[in-house]
């Protein structure tokens, strides 16, 4: 069965700190992964990923896919509270289901 | 501005009734997807459409049916016979085919069954 697994399920830290998400992977046929991240309402698009061992960045947030390991990590540098929000992962298989994990619900603390 | 509709944001509904979700999308996309969000539970799909005229089901479909009668609408009606509705429900897009190509997501509907 397909699934993705995300971790920490959540996270609390100050503003400046580096944090690191997870996101894992069991899905037939990989094409892609793709980060998102939700602050209230509609879920917002980060990174696609598709290539193993090419960062993608944007801004203080980067992310990187490791194929061998069948896993994912979302970088943030020097948070701030406007970072607090739910990361998802999501990878879509061969049908394009797109299958989401449960999310880190990131907080952080001025 | 292209995007995607939902509506209604907030709705009430009491036990026993069917309520219908609407999500309409101009960005010219082939793919439409419904998804239930809960707490701690990450978003489960419902149903979702490549084309017009077809749909299949999601891991979590029953109680739920929806339909693809134009390219841009894929309205999800919320049966009775869906034991726990409470949710918060998003509806997503996408350019169908090949590899690339995220999902847009609408805003979202929140539905409360009193």
């Known amino acids: 069965e397909d699934k993705v697994v995300q971790s920490p399920l959540s996270l609390v830290v100050h503003e400046g700190d580096t944090v690191t998400l997870n996101c894992s992977y069991e899905v037939t046929n990989f094409r892609s992964l793709l980060w998102y991240k939700q602050e209230k309402k509609a879920p917002t698009f980060l990174f696609m990923l598709t290539s193993s061992g090419i960062e993608k960045k944007s801004g203080r947030l980067s992310s990187i896919l490791d194929k061998k390991e069948l896993s994912s990590i979302l970088n943030i540098t020097a948070t701030q509270t406007g970072d607090s929000a739910i990361y998802l992962c999501?990878?879509?298989?061969?049908?394009?289901?797109?299958?989401f994990g449960t999310g880190t619900s990131l907080t952080v603390i001025p | 501005d292209g995007g995607i509709t939902q509506s209604p944001k907030y709705l009430f509904r009491k036990e026993g009734q069917n309520v219908t979700l609407s999500c309409e999308q101009n960005?010219?996309?082939?793919?439409m997807y419904w998804y239930r969000q809960d707490p701690g539970q990450g978003l489960r799909l419902i149903y979702y459409?490549?084309?017009?005229?077809?749909?299949q089901k999601g891991d979590i479909a029953e109680g739920y049916s929806v339909s693809r009668e134009k390219k841009e609408s894929f309205p999800l009606t919320v049966t009775s016979a869906q034991k726990n509705p409470t949710a918060f429900y998003l509806c997503a897009s996408r350019l169908a085919g090949g590899n690339t190509g995220e999902l847009f997501f609408g805003e979202g509907s929140r539905l409360t069954v009193l």
């Open positions: 999501a990878v879509p298989n061969t049908g394009n289901q797109f299958y």
């Open positions: 459409s490549q084309i017009v005229n077809d749909f």
């Open positions: 960005l010219n996309h082939d793919a």
